[in-house]
């Protein structure tokens, strides 16, 4: 009798150790799916961001080079500020991991730093101001800071 109770221990304790381990591998496997989700999303954010900012830099070359005037500039700008803020809103959206929580920060902080670049240059574009211009290219020169950092913190979390 005190035989068959201590194998049915045994027994019962085998079984949820395996279940314990079995448990502790889904976990994991969920957590490596998570941050894999995390990584195709963040590169695909960081492609479309991308290809708005080129497209648009395209465009103040030619502003540069006399092809725009300083309205058709404007509603350049008009145009392209709404999809960068759609960017932001994508990004808002991410749930990363914590590993990956401050590169999301940094990225964020870069794409609003952006966009309020762009502000002021419209608002240049506008008034003429030198301040304006001043405090576009201070903010352009923050953002890709704080991308720098997100790339740095991205592929130090990925590591």
């Known amino acids: ?29 969920l957590e490596s799916a998570k941050a894999q989700s995390f990584v195709d999303a963040y590169e695909n954010l960081i492609r479309d961001s991308r290809i708005v900012t080129e497209q648009y830099h395209a465009e103040i070359a030619k502003w540069k080079a006399k092809q725009y005037d300083n309205h058709t500039m404007v509603s350049i700008t008009d145009d392209y500020v709404p999809k960068f803020e759609k960017i932001v809103k994508e990004a808002q959206a991410l749930h990363p991991p914590q590993k990956y929580s401050q590169a999301l920060d ?14 002021h240059f419209r608002n240049y574009l506008v008034t003429g101001s030198p301040i304006e ?6 903010l352009l020169s923050n953002a890709l800071r ?14």
């Open 106 to 119: 940094l990225i964020l902080k870069s794409y609003n730093s952006e966009i309020l670049s762009y502000k």
């Open 1 to 29: 009798m005190k035989y068959r109770k201590i194998r049915q221990v045994f027994i019962i304790s085998g079984i949820a150790a395996i279940i314990a381990i079995v448990l502790f591998m889904v976990f994991l496997q």
């Open 133 to 138: 211009d001043e405090k576009s290219t201070e």
């Open 146 to 159: 704080y991308e720098s950092g997100s790339f740095n913190s991205f592929r130090g979390a990925s590591n």
